[in-house]
C-alpha cells in the first residue's frame, strides 16, 4: 500500500466517522497531491455545492466519499528528498551587543517540522531570518538540498518563504491577491483560478475570499499568509510565531494544517517554526530547538534532550491548585520532591524519575486538593525556561 | 462592468505585471483624456486666436496644460498608491523572467501615454484651423491680399525701400540740411579713382567725401541726394582678410526709378509671400534630422522667412494701373479683400470705395500719408475720426496740414498682423506632421519618470534618502577636483576636458569597484550596499556619454586654421549628441543595470 492510498484510506475513516472537517481536510490534502485539475474542479464544486446546502450533511458525506472513491485510481508518487537543509555550527554573531547564535546545527528533512522556542531576545528571529538567507551568518554551513543548492541566490530565495511574526498589510480581496502571488510564480489562467480556491478552501478561507485585509481576524491573516505562502511552493517555510495572536482551538488547526501540508506527497516541504505554545508545538513538531542566550538545546520527539542537558532526568510537574505551597509540600511529602517554586501562578514542582505523575496526582486527589492544571513537564521543553 | 471584471481576471490570471501596473486602465485613461483635449482643442479654436495667437501656444492659453499638468500630478498619484500597494517585489521574490525591464519598459509606456494629451490637443486646434481656413481659399486670395496693400496705400512707400530691392548695388548718401554734414556710409573709397571711372587703379585707399563730388548731386524730396554705386573687394590671405568697399560710379535719379513717381509704391513687399502654404509636410524621419541635425549644418536647412520683393508682384500690380479700368478692377480686388477680412474677422475698418476713389485721384502725389493704416487701431476712435470729418478727402487734407512730427492716424485699417499671423498659422498647420522635438521630450520624460519609480519600486526609501546627499556630496567632490583641475592645467599642460572627463571615469571606476566588493563583502552591511547600488545605477545611464566623450577626446584630431585651434571630432560625439542615442544608450544602459538589481535585493543583511 502506498502512502497515496494509506492517506485515502485515513480520509474515508474520518468520514465514516464522522470526523467530517477533518476528513474533507485530509481529502483536500489528498487532492493536492494529486495535481489534478478536474479533482481540483470537483472539490470546489462540492464546496459550493455544500454552501448551498448547509445543513444537508448526510448528502455532503456522501458526496466526500464518492470523491474520496474517485482518487482510488490516482498514482501519486513520493519522492523522498534526503535531507533539506544541513545547517553545520552556523554561528551567527552581534559583536555590538556581544551576544551571538550558535553554534548551531540542524538535519532538516522534507516533511519534517521543527519547532524553535525560547525566551523573548534569545535569538530565534534572527535564526529563521538566517536560515531564510535575510540575514548573513559568520561561521558555520548552510546546505541545501541539491536542487535548491544549484540556484542563484535569488532563485533559492523563491523557495525559501519566511513569514514574519508580523505580516504586511496587503489591498484589494483575499482571493485576488493569492492569484497575484500564483501568476508572479507561473501558474497561469484556469490553473490559477483552481489552485487558487483550492488553498482558499484548504486553509478555510471559503467564506472570506472576497474579504478585504482589514475584515480579517489575526488567525485569518495567517491563514492567508500560508496560503499565499503554499502557492509559492516553497521548499522550506520559516514561521516566525505563526500561532501569537490565535486563538487555542486556531492554534491547533493551523499545527494540523502544517504538519499535514508540510507531509505532502507532491510539494512536500520543511519547517521551522518558533513559537511560545510550546506544548502545541511539541504536538506536532519532529524535534525542538530551545535557544537560550542564543545557544541551542535540541530535544526530539520523546522529549529525549541532546547531550549539552547536564541535568539528572526528573519528573517536573506544573501545577494551579487552590492550596498554599507549605500545605501542598506537606500533602505531597510522600513522593519527597526535590524543588518546589510558586510563580505567582502556578506550581512548579521537582520530583524523582521514579515518582510519576499518576500516583502525585491520586495522592492530591485523595487530599480533595481542589486542581485547576496538573501539567506532566518533564519531556517538555518548557523545563528548559525553569532550569537556571 | 462584468467586462471589466472579465478582462481584469484574465490579466490578473495571464499577465500579472500587466494587471499590476494596470496599464491597460492607464492606456484607456490616457486615450479619453487625449480625446478630451482633442475635443478640447477644436473648440477652444476660433478665428480671433487665429489671428492673434500661434497655434503652437493655444495649449498655454487655453490653460489646458495647466489642466493636463494637474490630471498628470492626480494620475500619478492615483496610480502610484494603486502600483505599491501591491508591489510584489516587497512581498516576494516574483519568478518571472526579466521582471524589471519589464516593469521599467511599461513605467516608460504608462508614462509617455501621460503625454498623448499634448498631441491630441494640437490636432484637434489643427482640425479646427483647416476647418475656419481651408488652404485653398487662403492660397487663392494670397494675390488679393497684397495687391489690395497696394491698392489701400497701406504704409508710405518710399524710394529708399525701392532702390534697397530694386538697386541693391547703389548706396544712398543723403546731405542734412540740419546738421550740414553728409551721411556718409562708405567709409574707405579710393579717391585716385574719381576721375578714372571709379577703377581700382592704387591699393591707397581713403574716405570718400560726397562734399566734394558735388557735381554728382541730385535732388529728391527737395532734399540733396547721391546715389553711388560701390563694390566690395576683399584682399590679403585667407587668415588676414581686409574687405574695402570703392566707388564705381554714379547715378541719377532718373535712372534709377523708371516710373513716374506715383509707381515707387509699386516696390512695396507682398504681405503674404505666394508660396507661403506651399510647404509640404515634413516626414517624421525629416522632422527629427531637422530638429536635431540642423544645428550642425544650419546653412542647409535655414528657413529664409524674410520677405523678398517680386517683380512678378510689381507687375502686376503696374497692369493694374496701366489697364483702362484701373477703377473697376481694383475694386474688385478690394471688394474681395474685404469681404476675406470679414469672414476670417480680422479687425478692420474700410470702405474700399471712398478709399479706392482717393488714391486713384491723388496718384499725382509723391509721398502720400497712408490713407489706411496696416496696425490693429481703436474702433471707437476710428468711428470718432469717421464722424468728424466728411469722408476721407477731408481727413486727408487735414492730416497733411499738420505738423509732421506729429502722427495722426488715419481713417480706415487693416490689422495686417492678424492676416499674416493667420498665414503662418495655416502654413504651420499644412505643413504639420509630427513634432519630433515634442515627441522626444514626453519619451525622455517618460523614460526619466520610469527610471525613477523602477528605483522606487525595487528601493529602501530611507536608503534611498540617504543616497542623495551622498550622491551630491560625490558630485561636489567632482566638481571640486574639476577646479583643481583647471587651476593646475597650465603646469601639466593636459586638455582641461580631458581631465574633466577622465576625472569622472576614475569616479564612477571606483563608485562601480566600491559596488563589487561591497557585493561580495560579508561585512558591508545592507544598508550601504544599497545605496552604492543607488548611486551606480543614477550614474549607469551616464557613464557612456561620459566614456564616449573621453574617448572622443582621445581620439578627436586637433586642426589650427588662421592661427586658431579647432577639434575635429569623432563619430562618437555626434552620435552622443543626438538625442534620440541620448535615449536610446540611456534607456538601454538602465535596462542593463537591471540585471544587477536582483542579486543585491536578494543578498542576506
Redesign the interface.
Known amino acids: 500500500m502506498n502512502l497515496f492510498t494509506t492517506k485515502l484510506n485515513q480520509t474515508r475513516e474520518h468520514l465514516i466517522h464522522g470526523d467530517i472537517d477533518l476528513g474533507f481536510r485530509c481529502l483536500v490534502d489528498c487532492v493536492l497531491d494529486t495535481q489534478n485539475t478536474n479533482h481540483y474542479r470537483a472539490v470546489i464544486d462540492l464546496v459550493e455545492w455544500h454552501e448551498a446546502h448547509e445543513n444537508d450533511n448526510e448528502a455532503y458525506t456522501e458526496k466526500l466519499l464518492q470523491l474520496t472513491d474517485s482518487l482510488t485510481n490516482e498514482t501519486v508518487l513520493f519522492n523522498e528528498i534526503p535531507t533539506l537543509l544541513a545547517v553545520d555550527t552556523l554561528v551567527k554573531e552581534y559583536p555590538r551587543s556581544k551576544f551571538s547564535i550558535g553554534p548551531i546545527s540542524l538535519d532538516l528533512k522534507a516533511g519534517e517540522i521543527w519547532g524553535l522556542v525560547g525566551e523573548n531576545g534569545n535569538g530565534k528571529t534572527s535564526l529563521l531570518r538566517?536560515l531564510a538567507?535575510?540575514?548573513?551568518?559568520?561561521s558555520g554551513t548552510i546546505q541545501y538540498t541539491n536542487e535548491l543548492q544549484k540556484l542563484?541566490?535569488?532563485?533559492?530565495?523563491?523557495h525559501l518563504?519566511y513569514i514574519p511574526q508580523r505580516t504586511?498589510k496587503?489591498?484589494?480581496s483575499l482571493k485576488?491577491?493569492l492569484?497575484?502571488?500564483a501568476?508572479?510564480?507561473?501558474t497561469?489562467?484556469?490553473e490559477?483560478?483552481l489552485i487558487v480556491l483550492m488553498y482558499i478552501i484548504r486553509f478555510g478561507l471559503w467564506k472570506f475570499r472576497h474579504h478585504r485585509w482589514s475584515e480579517l481576524s489575526s488567525g485569518y491573516k495567517m491563514r492567508f499568509e500560508l496560503a499565499?505562502t503554499f502557492l509559492?511552493k516553497p521548499k522550506l517555510l520559516l514561521l516566525d510565531e505563526p500561532l501569537a495572536n490565535l486563538d487555542v482551538l486556531a492554534q491547533q488547526l493551523i499545527l494540523e494544517d502544517l504538519k499535514n501540508m508540510g507531509k505532502s506527497l507532491s510539494n512536500p516541504l520543511g519547517i521551522i517554526l518558533s513559537s511560545q505554545q510550546l506544548f502545541e508545538v511539541e504536538k506536532v513538531a519532529d524535534k525542538v530547538i530551545f535557544l537560550k542566550q542564543g545557544k541551542p538545546v535540541y530535544s526530539d520527539h520523546s522529549g529525549q534532550a541532546d547531550v549539552n542537558e547536564n541535568t539528572t532526568p526528573e519528573t517536573i510537574l506544573e501545577l494551579d491548585a487552590q492550596i498554599t505551597k507549605e500545605v501542598l509540600l506537606q500533602i505531597l511529602s510522600v513522593h519527597q520532591p526535590t524543588k518546589a517554586s510558586y510563580n505567582g501562578g502556578v506550581f512548579l514542582l521537582h520530583f524523582s524519575a521514579e515518582q510519576h505523575m499518576n500516583d502525585i496526582m491520586q495522592t492530591l486527589i485523595n487530599h480533595q486538593v481542589q486542581m485547576t492544571y496538573i501539567r506532566d513537564i518533564s519531556k517538555s521543553t518548557r523545563r528548559l525556561f525553569i532550569q537556571h | 462592468m462584468k467586462k471589466i471584471k472579465q478582462l481584469d481576471r484574465f490579466l490578473l490570471e495571464r499577465f500579472p505585471l500587466i494587471w499590476h501596473t494596470k496599464i491597460v486602465y492607464v492606456l484607456f485613461f490616457s486615450v479619453i483624456t487625449s480625446l478630451f483635449f482633442y475635443i478640447w482643442g477644436v473648440t477652444y479654436t476660433t478665428n480671433y486666436l487665429i489671428n492673434n495667437f500661434s497655434v503652437s501656444r493655444f495649449i498655454e492659453h487655453s490653460n489646458a496644460m495647466l489642466f493636463l499638468v494637474i490630471l498628470w500630478l492626480i494620475g500619478i498619484i492615483v496610480w502610484s498608491l494603486s502600483f505599491f500597494r501591491k508591489s510584489a517585489i516587497r512581498h516576494f521574490y516574483p519568478l518571472q523572467r526579466f521582471y524589471l525591464t519589464r516593469l521599467f519598459g511599461l513605467f516608460v509606456i504608462i508614462f509617455w501615454s501621460f503625454s498623448w494629451p499634448l498631441f491630441s490637443f494640437q490636432w484637434g486646434v489643427n482640425h479646427k484651423v483647416r476647418e475656419l481656413a481651408p488652404q485653398e481659399e487662403l492660397k487663392a486670395m494670397i494675390s488679393t491680399i497684397n495687391l489690395s496693400q497696394v491698392l489701400l496705400g497701406m504704409e508710405s512707400p518710399s524710394y529708399r525701400s525701392y532702390l534697397n530691392m530694386a538697386h541693391p548695388e547703389v548706396q544712398i548718401i543723403s546731405y542734412d540740411k540740419n546738421s550740414e554734414s553728409w551721411s556718409n556710409s562708405i567709409k574707405i573709397i579710393d579717391s585716385s579713382m574719381m576721375e578714372t571711372g571709379g577703377k581700382l587703379s592704387s591699393p591707397f585707399l581713403t574716405d570718400y567725401h560726397p562734399g566734394e563730388n558735388l557735381r554728382y548731386t541730385d535732388t529728391v524730396n527737395r532734399q540733396l541726394i547721391q546715389f553711388v554705386t560701390y563694390k566690395n573687394i576683399v584682399e590679403g590671405n585667407p587668415c588676414n582678410r581686409h574687405n574695402y568697399d570703392y566707388v564705381t560710379g554714379w547715378k541719377k535719379y532718373a535712372d534709377l526709378v523708371p516710373y513716374k513717381p506715383f509707381d515707387l509704391r509699386l516696390c512695396k513687399n507682398q504681405l503674404i509671400q505666394p508660396n507661403k502654404l506651399d510647404k509640404q509636410p515634413i516626414s517624421i524621419f525629416n522632422s527629427y534630422y531637422f530638429s536635431f541635425y540642423g544645428y550642425r549644418h544650419s546653412y542647409r536647412y535655414y528657413d529664409y522667412s524674410e520677405v523678398h520683393p517680386s517683380r512678378e508682384f510689381n507687375r502686376e500690380v503696374v497692369d493694374l494701373f496701366n489697364s483702362e479700368n484701373t477703377y473697376d478692377k481694383g475694386k474688385q480686388v478690394l471688394d474681395r479683400y474685404a469681404r476675406f477680412l470679414s469672414k476670417h474677422e480680422v479687425r478692420h475698418s474700410l470702405n474700399t470705395d471712398s478709399i479706392w476713389s482717393y488714391v486713384l485721384n491723388h496718384a499725382d502725389r509723391f509721398i502720400v500719408k497712408n490713407p489706411v493704416s496696416g496696425s490693429s487701431e481703436d474702433p471707437d476712435f476710428i468711428s470718432s475720426i469717421q464722424n468728424n470729418y466728411n469722408g476721407i478727402t477731408e481727413y486727408e487734407k487735414f492730416r497733411a496740414s499738420q505738423d509732421q512730427n506729429y502722427y495722426h492716424t488715419p481713417m480706415y485699417f487693416v490689422a495686417n498682423t492678424e492676416v499674416s499671423e493667420l498665414y503662418e498659422n495655416a502654413a504651420e498647420v499644412y505643413a504639420y506632421s509630427y513634432s519630433w522635438p515634442l515627441i522626444m521630450s514626453s519619451l525622455f520624460g517618460a523614460v526619466a519618470l520610469a527610471f525613477i519609480f523602477l528605483l522606487l519600486s525595487i528601493g529602501n526609501i530611507i536608503h534611498m534618502l540617504i543616497a542623495v546627499p551622498i550622491g551630491g556630496a560625490l558630485v561636489i567632490l567632482n566638481v571640486f577636483f574639476f577646479f583643481f583641475a583647471v587651476y593646475r592645467r597650465t603646469e601639466y599642460g593636459v586638455d582641461i576636458n580631458f581631465r574633466v572627463f577622465s576625472q569622472m571615469l576614475v569616479f564612477a571606476f571606483i563608485l562601480y569597484s566600491l559596488f563589487f566588493i561591497f557585493y561580495r563583502s560579508k561585512k558591508v552591511g545592507k544598508a550601504v550596499l544599497n545605496i552604492t547600488m543607488y548611486l551606480c545605477f543614477v550614474a549607469a545611464p551616464i557613464i557612456p556619454f561620459v566614456a564616449a566623450i573621453f574617448f572622443d577626446l582621445l581620439l578627436t584630431e586637433k586642426a589650427t586654421r588662421c592661427y586658431e585651434t579647432y577639434r575635429i571630432h569623432t563619430s562618437l560625439f555626434y552620435v552622443i549628441c543626438d538625442p534620440l542615442w541620448i535615449l536610446l544608450i540611456g534607456t538601454g544602459f538602465i535596462v542593463l543595470f537591471t540585471a544587477f538589481i536582483k542579486p543585491i535585493l536578494s543578498k542576506p543583511e
Open positions: 538566517t538567507q535575510d540575514l548573513s551568518y559568520d542563484n541566490s535569488y532563485e533559492l530565495k523563491t518563504a504586511p496587503w489591498h484589494g485576488s491577491n492569484k497575484f502571488a501568476s508572479q510564480y507561473g497561469f489562467g484556469e490559477n483560478e499565499r509559492r
